[in-house]
C-alpha cells in the first residue's frame, strides 16, 4: 500500500515536471474562475448579511379599523400564524399608539395637548423571522394581511425592500452563473490539458499497459494532477480574493465610518468548502477524460 | 505422465492458432505448441514468419482469429481486462521495437516493470544495478536512452523484461544487434533467469544462439511450424526421433 502511494506520488510529480507550462495556464484559469465565483458569493453572503441586520428594523403594520378585543387578537394571530411563523407580534392599541407618537415628538409633545388620545388608529405589528429570505417572503406576506377583515393599510419599507428584493434575486442569479461558469471551466478545461498530456504521453501509457499495470495505477496519477490543480488553482483564487477584499475594505474604512455595516469575509469552513469542492471537480475531471482517453 | 500432473506443468499453451491480418496475410496457421514450466523455448524461422506474432498472442497485444491461448493456465480469451493485466505483471516482454521511453533514464526505464507490482524503491534500485553489471551497462544507470546505441537499448530492454523476476519472459530478437561477446552476456543472463524458474521464450533467428542448444527448438515458416516438436519433450530421450533440430550437444 506504501509502495503505490509513493509510485502513484512519484509519477504524478514527475508528470507535472514534464509539462509545468499547460499545468501553469490550468491553474491560472481555475485561479481566475474561482476568484470570479467566490467575489460574487461573498458579495451576496455580504448582501445576505446586511438585510440582516436590517431585518431587525423590519416590521410589517398593520393598521385596523378598530381597536380588537381578546378574542378579535387571538383570531387575527391564528391567521397571521398560519400564514407564516413569525418572530413576534405585538398589538399595539389607539392609547399605545398615541403615548409612542408623544414620545416621539419629545419637546414638541405639546402639540398633542387638545388632540383627543384615540385618533391613531390601532396596530399589529409583525416581526418576521429572521431568515435568510425575509425580504423575499415579506411582500407576498403584506398582500395576505391586507386581505384579512378590518385591515386599513399594510405599511413596509415598500420601494426599499422591493428593490433590495430584486438585487438579492440578480445577485443570487449571477452566483449560480459563476458557480456554473467554476464548474465548466475546471471540467473543460482541466480535462483538456489532460487530454493533450494524455497525448504526449501515448508511448508511456502503451509501455504500462504492457507490463500490466492496472487501471488505477494509470488513473489515479491523473486524478492527484486534476486535484493538485483544483487544490492549488482554488486556494490562489481564495487568496486572491482576501487581497482585494482587504484592499477595498481598506479602501472603505478610510472614506466612511461605521455607518456601513463592516463586511465580512468568507468563514472558515466556506473557504475549505470551496477549495474541497473545486479538488474534487478538477481531481474527476481528469480522472473521467483519463476513461475517454483510455478507452476503459 | 498422467495429464493433470502435465496440464499444470504447462505454462503456455496454443491450441490451433490462427492470426490473419488485413486483407489476408496469414501470419499465424493453425499453431499448436504447449511449453512447459522451468523450459527455454527457441522459436526460429525467417523474417515474415510469425514468430513475434505469437509472442504478440502470448500476452494479448494481438487476439487470435481461431484457436485458443492459454498462459498459467488461464484462456486469454476469456480473461477480464483487471485479471489479463495482472497476468502481464507476471510476463517479462522484450519486443523487437524495445519500448523505451527515451527521455528517461536507463534506471528509471528498468523501474517501470517493477514499479507496477509495487516493489519498494530499494529493492528497484539493487536489481536495477545488478542487472545492468551483468549486461555491461553498469556505467549508463543515468543515460537517457535516447543516447544509447541499438544494442544497449536492446539490452536495456531485455533488462526491463527481467527485471520484475516474471514467471514467463518473452524475448524478440534479443541479440539482432550485439556482437558475440554481450550476446554471450545476454544469453547468461536468460539462462540464469531460467535458472531460477523463469520460462522463457526467445524468437531469434540468430543461428548462434540455438545451434548448439539442447532446448527446444521450433522453426516457423510461413505461419506453420514445420520443424521441432510442438509439445513439451518430457519423453525427448525416449522418442529423439520427433526433435530432429535438437542435438544432445553438451552446453
Ligand atoms: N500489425 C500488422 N498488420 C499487418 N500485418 C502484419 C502485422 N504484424 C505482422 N504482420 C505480418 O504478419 C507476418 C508475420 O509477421 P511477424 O512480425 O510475426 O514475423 P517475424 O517472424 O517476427 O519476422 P521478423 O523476423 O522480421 O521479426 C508478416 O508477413 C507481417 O508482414
Ligand atoms: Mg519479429
Given at each position: 500500500m506504501l509502495n503505490f502511494i509513493s509510485a502513484v506520488f512519484s509519477h504524478t510529480l514527475r508528470n507535472i515536471f514534464q509539462t509545468w507550462s499547460s499545468q501553469l495556464l490550468t491553474v491560472l484559469t481555475i485561479i481566475l474562475s474561482v476568484l470570479i465565483f467566490s467575489f460574487f458569493y461573498l458579495l451576496y453572503t455580504n448582501v445576505l448579511h446586511v438585510s440582516r441586520l436590517l431585518d431587525n428594523n423590519l416590521r410589517l403594520i398593520v393598521y385596523l379599523n378598530d381597536e380588537p378585543g381578546k378574542a378579535m387578537q387571538e383570531e387575527y394571530r391564528d391567521k397571521i400564524l398560519k400564514f407564516d411563523t413569525v418572530e413576534k407580534i405585538v398589538f399595539v392599541s389607539r392609547k399605545e399608539a398615541f403615548k409612542r407618537f408623544a414620545r416621539q415628538l419629545k419637546?414638541?409633545?405639546?402639540?398633542?395637548?387638545?388632540?383627543?388620545?384615540?385618533?391613531l388608529p390601532p396596530s399589529i405589528e409583525i416581526y418576521p423571522v429572521h431568515s435568510l429570505d425575509a425580504l423575499t417572503r415579506i411582500k407576498r406576506f403584506s398582500d395576505y394581511l391586507e386581505?384579512?377583515?378590518?385591515?386599513l393599510k399594510v405599511q413596509y419599507g415598500r420601494e426599499w425592500v422591493a428593490r433590495f428584493y430584486s438585487f438579492v434575486k440578480l445577485l443570487r442569479i449571477v452566483v449560480v452563473l459563476s458557480g456554473v461558469l467554476l464548474i465548466l471551466t475546471t471540467t473543460f478545461v482541466v480535462g483538456h490539458t489532460i487530454r493533450l498530456t494524455l497525448l504526449s504521453r501515448q508511448r508511456e501509457l502503451e509501455l504500462l499497459r504492457l507490463v500490466g499495470a492496472s487501471n488505477n495505477y494509470i488513473r489515479m496519477p491523473f486524478f492527484l494532477e486534476g486535484a493538485l490543480q483544483g487544490l492549488v488553482g482554488s486556494a490562489g483564487g481564495i487568496a486572491a480574493l482576501y487581497l482585494l477584499f482587504n484592499w477595498i475594505s481598506l479602501r472603505f474604512a478610510v472614506s466612511s465610518t461605521s455607518f456601513l455595516p463592516q463586511f465580512t469575509f468568507f468563514s472558515l469552513p466556506v473557504i475549505v468548502a470551496i477549495i474541497a469542492i473545486s479538488t474534487l471537480l478538477c481531481g474527476f475531471g481528469s480522472f473521467s477524460s483519463t476513461r475517454k482517453a483510455l478507452r476503459l | 505422465m498422467n495429464s493433470a500432473n502435465n496440464e499444470s506443468r504447462i505454462i503456455v499453451d496454443l491450441v490451433k492458432v490462427s492470426k490473419t491480418y488485413?486483407?489476408?496475410?496469414?501470419?499465424?496457421?493453425d499453431v499448436s505448441l504447449s511449453v512447459n514450466r522451468g523450459e527455454i523455448l527457441f522459436l526460429t524461422g525467417?523474417?515474415?514468419?510469425?514468430k513475434t506474432t505469437i509472442l504478440h498472442l502470448l500476452n494479448r497485444i494481438e487476439s487470435p482469429d481461431k484457436g485458443v491461448v492459454e498462459v498459467a493456465g488461464q484462456d486469454l480469451g476469456k480473461l477480464s481486462q483487471g485479471k489479463m493485466q495482472k497476468l502481464r505483471r507476471s510476463i517479462g516482454v522484450a519486443y523487437q521495437?524495445?519500448?523505451?521511453?527515451?527521455?528517461?533514464?536507463v534506471a528509471q526505464n528498468i523501474a517501470i516493470a517493477m514499479e507496477v507490482t509495487y516493489t519498494r524503491p530499494s529493492t528497484i534500485r539493487t536489481r536495477t544495478k545488478d542487472i545492468l553489471q551483468r549486461l555491461g551497462?553498469?556505467?549508463?544507470?543515468?543515460?537517457?536512452?535516447?543516447?544509447?546505441s541499438r544494442g544497449e537499448q536492446q539490452r536495456v530492454a531485455i533488462a526491463r523484461a527481467v527485471a520484475g523476476r516474471p514467471q514467463l519472459i518473452l524475448t524478440d530478437?534479443?541479440?539482432?544487434?550485439?556482437d558475440h561477446e554481450t550476446t554471450t552476456l545476454v544469453m547468461d543472463l536468460l539462462s540464469h533467469c531460467n535458472k531460477k524458474g523463469a520460462t522463457i521464450i526467445i524468437a531469434t533467428h540468430d543461428e548462434s544462439i540455438y545451434r548448439q542448444t539442447d532446448h527446444r527448438v521450433i522453426e516457423l515458416r510461413a505461419g506453420r511450424i514445420?520443424?521441432?516438436?510442438?509439445?513439451?519433450?518430457?519423453?525427448r530421450r525416449h522418442n529423439p526421433a520427433t526433435t530432429e533440430e535438437t542435438d544432445n550437444a553438451d552446453t
Amino acid at each position: 500500500m506504501l509502495n503505490f502511494i509513493s509510485a502513484v506520488f512519484s509519477h504524478t510529480l514527475r508528470n507535472i515536471f514534464q509539462t509545468w507550462s499547460s499545468q501553469l495556464l490550468t491553474v491560472l484559469t481555475i485561479i481566475l474562475s474561482v476568484l470570479i465565483f467566490s467575489f460574487f458569493y461573498l458579495l451576496y453572503t455580504n448582501v445576505l448579511h446586511v438585510s440582516r441586520l436590517l431585518d431587525n428594523n423590519l416590521r410589517l403594520i398593520v393598521y385596523l379599523n378598530d381597536e380588537p378585543g381578546k378574542a378579535m387578537q387571538e383570531e387575527y394571530r391564528d391567521k397571521i400564524l398560519k400564514f407564516d411563523t413569525v418572530e413576534k407580534i405585538v398589538f399595539v392599541s389607539r392609547k399605545e399608539a398615541f403615548k409612542r407618537f408623544a414620545r416621539q415628538l419629545k419637546e414638541n409633545r405639546d402639540v398633542l395637548k387638545d388632540m383627543p388620545t384615540d385618533f391613531l388608529p390601532p396596530s399589529i405589528e409583525i416581526y418576521p423571522v429572521h431568515s435568510l429570505d425575509a425580504l423575499t417572503r415579506i411582500k407576498r406576506f403584506s398582500d395576505y394581511l391586507e386581505t384579512l377583515p378590518g385591515v386599513l393599510k399594510v405599511q413596509y419599507g415598500r420601494e426599499w425592500v422591493a428593490r433590495f428584493y430584486s438585487f438579492v434575486k440578480l445577485l443570487r442569479i449571477v452566483v449560480v452563473l459563476s458557480g456554473v461558469l467554476l464548474i465548466l471551466t475546471t471540467t473543460f478545461v482541466v480535462g483538456h490539458t489532460i487530454r493533450l498530456t494524455l497525448l504526449s504521453r501515448q508511448r508511456e501509457l502503451e509501455l504500462l499497459r504492457l507490463v500490466g499495470a492496472s487501471n488505477n495505477y494509470i488513473r489515479m496519477p491523473f486524478f492527484l494532477e486534476g486535484a493538485l490543480q483544483g487544490l492549488v488553482g482554488s486556494a490562489g483564487g481564495i487568496a486572491a480574493l482576501y487581497l482585494l477584499f482587504n484592499w477595498i475594505s481598506l479602501r472603505f474604512a478610510v472614506s466612511s465610518t461605521s455607518f456601513l455595516p463592516q463586511f465580512t469575509f468568507f468563514s472558515l469552513p466556506v473557504i475549505v468548502a470551496i477549495i474541497a469542492i473545486s479538488t474534487l471537480l478538477c481531481g474527476f475531471g481528469s480522472f473521467s477524460s483519463t476513461r475517454k482517453a483510455l478507452r476503459l | 505422465m498422467n495429464s493433470a500432473n502435465n496440464e499444470s506443468r504447462i505454462i503456455v499453451d496454443l491450441v490451433k492458432v490462427s492470426k490473419t491480418y488485413h486483407p489476408d496475410i496469414h501470419a499465424v496457421s493453425d499453431v499448436s505448441l504447449s511449453v512447459n514450466r522451468g523450459e527455454i523455448l527457441f522459436l526460429t524461422g525467417r523474417s515474415g514468419a510469425g514468430k513475434t506474432t505469437i509472442l504478440h498472442l502470448l500476452n494479448r497485444i494481438e487476439s487470435p482469429d481461431k484457436g485458443v491461448v492459454e498462459v498459467a493456465g488461464q484462456d486469454l480469451g476469456k480473461l477480464s481486462q483487471g485479471k489479463m493485466q495482472k497476468l502481464r505483471r507476471s510476463i517479462g516482454v522484450a519486443y523487437q521495437d524495445f519500448k523505451l521511453l527515451p527521455d528517461r533514464s536507463v534506471a528509471q526505464n528498468i523501474a517501470i516493470a517493477m514499479e507496477v507490482t509495487y516493489t519498494r524503491p530499494s529493492t528497484i534500485r539493487t536489481r536495477t544495478k545488478d542487472i545492468l553489471q551483468r549486461l555491461g551497462l553498469a556505467d549508463k544507470y543515468h543515460t537517457p536512452t535516447a543516447e544509447l546505441s541499438r544494442g544497449e537499448q536492446q539490452r536495456v530492454a531485455i533488462a526491463r523484461a527481467v527485471a520484475g523476476r516474471p514467471q514467463l519472459i518473452l524475448t524478440d530478437e534479443p541479440t539482432g544487434n550485439l556482437d558475440h561477446e554481450t550476446t554471450t552476456l545476454v544469453m547468461d543472463l536468460l539462462s540464469h533467469c531460467n535458472k531460477k524458474g523463469a520460462t522463457i521464450i526467445i524468437a531469434t533467428h540468430d543461428e548462434s544462439i540455438y545451434r548448439q542448444t539442447d532446448h527446444r527448438v521450433i522453426e516457423l515458416r510461413a505461419g506453420r511450424i514445420v520443424n521441432g516438436n510442438p509439445v513439451p519433450d518430457d519423453s525427448r530421450r525416449h522418442n529423439p526421433a520427433t526433435t530432429e533440430e535438437t542435438d544432445n550437444a553438451d552446453t
